[in-house]
């Protein structure tokens, strides 16, 4: 079967960390731009994160700049991402993506391309 399984979303209190996980089965994450998306309640999904097909480039959302920080491990066909000093205003349902092949971060921001989501984890932060 073919998707994208996140996972590591919870309830934590502001100024905590998470580590979201994405692990693809069925279909590869080796050579594809990847992204991080996350939707509010009440509010439009948004841009997160973004990984590039090398792992060399990254590129994030404002709010998230130096708090967050997205990786990949193509040897475990799972990304992730690392939540640091999370606030309130974090709260949403986190869904990875895959991007277009050797696709760039560019790519990612503008969801160019991804084709594969996965169902999403909640992150829930308390102040």
């Known amino acids: 079967q073919v998707q994208l399984v996140e996972s590591g979303g919870g309830l934590m209190q502001a100024g905590g960390s998470l580590r979201l996980s994405c692990a693809a089965s069925?279909?590869?994450?080796?050579?594809?731009?990847m992204g991080w998306f996350r939707q509010a309640p009440g509010k439009e999904r948004e841009f997160a994160a973004a990984?590039?097909?090398?792992?060399?480039?990254?590129s994030y959302l404002d709010s998230v700049n130096g708090r967050f920080t997205i990786s990949r491990d193509n040897a475990k066909n799972t990304i992730y991402l690392q939540m640091n000093s999370l606030k309130p205003e974090d709260t949403a349902v986190y869904y990875c993506?895959?991007?277009?092949?050797?696709?760039?971060?560019?790519?990612?921001?503008?969801?160019?391309?991804?084709?594969?989501w996965g169902k999403g984890t909640l992150v829930t932060v308390s102040s």
């Open positions: 069925g279909l590869t994450l080796t050579n594809y731009a």
């Open positions: 993506a895959r991007g277009p092949k050797y696709g760039s971060t560019s790519d990612v921001a503008t969801a160019k391309g991804m084709n594969y």
């Open positions: 990984i590039s097909w090398s792992g060399g480039r990254t």
